[in-house]
């Protein structure tokens, strides 16, 4: 089974609102991550977890709070998110942490977020 | 930098037809290289990957792509298009720790 799975599907928010989307796996992958994609672009990295520690942050702002309650979990906490920050918010795992970037991931189908 | 380039915006090609879709890599040492598709309001899903050996990769749903070093190209490719496959493929490289980077896309038209 290959699946990563994602709630909600879609999400709208104001922007003094506190929200969280959720991510889970049950492949025993050891490597989770948070992509945001805006409409016809390549999704960006914003969040690596390796065993469950966060090992990568791409500069993202603190409106944006992951969190990884076990290998299986991974929580996106938002917080007084702006208009820009509307888009498709994908969850997904990879096998293995090791070095080059070898391991294929896989991805959850995604948290339309509308920020009004 | 690492880099992967997708030169298409778009590639329209005929149902029965063999398509292509292009990407080249700039990468320091082994490249580690993926093709992925997209349906709207989905996922990515994962087709195939090279990370090392056989020039030529079979993937999911009938893909393929082939990996030329002279060249730094890793085109996908499938004998036959169906309408079905019409969607939006990204190229990827991966790097570093777990760190992937993307292409820009290119969006796949299968006319009947």
């Known amino acids: 089974d290959t699946e990563v799975t994602q709630t909600p599907k879609h999400l709208v928010m104001g922007m003094t609102n506190k929200k969280s989307l959720k991510c889970e796996q049950h492949?025993?992958?050891?490597?989770m991550y948070w992509y945001k994609q805006k409409a016809k672009k390549p999704p960006e990295l914003m969040f690596v977890y390796s065993y469950e520690k966060l090992s990568i942050n791409e500069s993202v702002p603190s409106r944006f709070s992951p969190e990884c309650p076990n290998s299986s979990l991974l929580n996106l906490h938002l917080h007084a998110l702006q208009p820009e920050d509307s888009a498709l918010y994908l969850c997904?795992?990879?096998?293995?942490?090791?070095?080059?970037?070898?391991?294929?991931?896989?991805f959850g189908p995604g948290t339309r977020l509308t920020v009004t | 930098a690492q880099s992967v380039a997708q030169p298409e915006d778009q590639v329209n090609v005929a149902e029965g037809n063999p398509l292509t879709v292009k990407c080249t890599y700039s990468?320091?040492?082994?490249?580690?290289l993926f093709w992925y598709v997209q349906y709207p309001n989905r996922g990515l899903q994962f087709l195939l990957k090279y990370i090392t050996g056989d020039n030529l990769v079979k993937g999911s749903y009938g893909f393929e792509a082939e990996f030329n070093k002279s060249q730094t190209s890793f085109h996908l490719k499938k004998p036959s298009a169906l309408v079905s496959d019409s969607a939006l493929y990204f190229c990827?490289?991966?790097?570093?720790?777990?760190?992937?980077?993307f292409g820009s896309g290119t969006k796949l038209n299968v006319k009947p």
């Open positions: 492949m025993g992958h050891r490597a």
């Open positions: 990827a490289g991966g790097y570093g720790f777990n760190k992937f980077y």
């Open positions: 990468v320091s040492g082994n490249p580690y």
């Open positions: 997904a795992s990879s096998q293995g942490v090791g070095q080059g970037g070898s391991y294929e991931q896989y």
